[in-house]
């Protein structure tokens, strides 16, 4: 029998289990939409350049595609750490939850913990193999440029920095 303390633990901890799953899948949803938008970005500029004699109005449209890419990237880099930072708030708290003495349930963010920060092979006795072992992406994750919340932003918006300044070098010239 469940003590009232304990049933509340429980589903506090499946809600956060819930909010924790759908804030991953909405992070790696809205990651695969700004991928996308950015792609298309720089390829209608890429389509545009390439064209061998470039008339001022396209060279117009480069510079404003480019602005509004650097926002998209703005927008794309305050999301995505935005929703970072709260998966990142649910986890902590799941982390809580698991440290709690009356919590004698499976341990799953511990054992992410022990992957992602300390990487410590997790141990189960009743899986095949019986020890997972951190591979090269678990030891990399945590580290600043393999956030994509932060990888991303400044590869694209490089790219559309150094196209504005050849875009208005090109209108300064002309």
């Known amino acids: 029998m469940t003590t009232p303390g304990k049933a509340d633990l429980d589903a506090t901890y499946e809600h956060l289990i819930t909010l924790w799953t759908s804030g991953v899948r909405d992070y790696h949803t809205m990651l695969s939409d700004y991928l996308t938008a950015n ?16 008339p001022l109005s396209f060279t117009v449209l480069i510079v404003l595609l480019c602005v ?17 930072g709260q998966n990142a708030l649910w986890e902590w708290r799941l982390s809580g939850i698991e440290l709690d ?38 030891r ?9 919340a ?21 209108l300064m010239n002309a």
């Open 150 to 170: 932060v990888s991303f932003p400044w590869f694209f918006g490089s790219v559309y920095s150094l196209l504005l300044v050849w875009s208005l070098t090109k």
């Open 101 to 138: 003495p009356a919590w004698q349930k499976e341990k799953l963010v511990t054992s992410l913990r022990l992957l992602h920060e300390t990487r410590q092979p997790i141990e189960d006795r009743r899986n095949e193999p019986r020890v997972f072992e951190p591979n090269w992406a678990f």
């Open 68 to 84: 509004f890419g650097v926002l998209l990237c703005l927008q794309m880099a305050i999301v995505l750490g935005r929703l970072s």
């Open 140 to 148: 990399r994750h945590r580290q600043w440029w393999a956030h994509r």
């Open 39 to 54: 792609s298309i970005f720089v390829a209608v500029i890429g389509l545009i350049v390439s064209r061998e004699s470039l």
